[in-house]
């Protein structure tokens, strides 16, 4: 193969793939080099001169002429003054000659190994500047054009047809995806497998939320108003705790915008996903309160220490504060930190008994299991709905009916 086709449609190749041209010299002149060291053992004495545009590839051996019996004769950069003379008949022992070599000194089987190597490299550095690109883009929502569909994964493609993954575990449940269709997402993370950058999108993560309110609201943007938190149960429910740094902007306000307007689009983006907004407060008291909106609450004992905290609300308040399916207790306690532990007031008893009074009916271990989740009193077990006990001890459904049974008989004995 002729040097200048070799280096021509590598040039060309490397343009495609948008490499520049110190890039594109730098790996033709390390590729030659590697072929000289397999031929020679070294490329300490060879010069190489490139000229990519016109496809000039010039390679010289510089060595110096000494006399045939000489000792450094076999030194890779010494010449015997008869080989030196056989290039050139006047040549003298002490003078440096300087050799050409072609292409084709190196055999057709090496120089098309070359050619595979230029083409090998190049995507390797493809590769490599793939990685870095999105490495830099974690955490920004970027848009790709719907390629494949399968069914663990969707795999889109941006403007420089790059593929790019978004997984099941990682799309609103609701989203429905056809080839084509463009969709936007933030980068998640970025893997290498087998060599390969693999560039995993995100609609699901708080991140991807929190770019969209960046995007909407120029208050985020300017950083006069922070994101404190953000949980979500994607495509469902989210929960956005916000705080202004000036006190003339309502931060609430700011971002649900004049009748909506800002987080409806937002909402759109995300599949009519419900988003509460609150104002974030060091208060503690206070955020429980908002973060478990739009539920009233009567009182709350915070325990810090074990990160739980019990609040007491009326009846027509506990099923607005689980919320459907629970979503609205479980954001809510993911939000502020701590687990929430939802209890009824129950007005209609004046006096409390402790559980113990009962080990007469209830065994010790259940017992036990009850004091463990804080309920030591009656009325405090009482407070608990039927499927909050079964939640959050280990008492099967029947010994949880079993043991509110005997408590409510007793009250009502002592009410009759």
Known sequence: ?????????????????????????????????????????????????????????????????????????????????????????DFEIGEEVAEEIKLEDFGRRAVLTARQTLIQRVKDLEKDLMYQKY???????????????????????????????????????KDRYRKGDVVRAVVHRVEIVNGTPRIILSRTSPVFLERLFENEVPEIYDGLIIIKNIVREPGERAKVAVESYDDRIDPVGACVGMKGSRIHSIVRELENENIDVINYTDNLELYIQRALSPAKISSMKINEEEGRVSVFLKPDQVSLAIGKGGQNIKLASRLVGLEIDVFREQEEYEEDISIDEFSDEIEDWVLDELKRIGLDTAKSVLAVTREDLVRRTELEEETVDEVLSIIRQEFESDNG
């Open 1 to 89: 193969m002729d040097s200048s086709i070799l280096i021509e449609s590598f040039a060309e190749f490397a343009k495609f793939k948008n490499i520049d041209r110190p890039t594109m010299m730098r790996i033709l002149e390390d590729v030659f080099r590697t072929m000289i060291r397999k031929k020679w053992g070294t490329d300490e004495n060879f010069d190489i001169i490139l000229n990519v545009e016109k496809g000039d590839l010039e390679i010289w051996r510089n060595r110096e002429i000494v006399d045939d019996n000489s000792e450094d004769i076999w030194d890779h950069d010494k010449i015997s003054l008869s080989e030196a003379q056989k290039i050139e008949p």
């Open 135 to 173: 490495k830099d883009l974690v955490g920004e929502i970027i848009s790709g054009e719907v390629y494949q569909i399968w069914n663990r994964e969707v795999m889109l493609v941006d403007p420089d047809d790059n593929e790019l993954i978004l997984p099941k575990s990682e799309q609103i449940p």
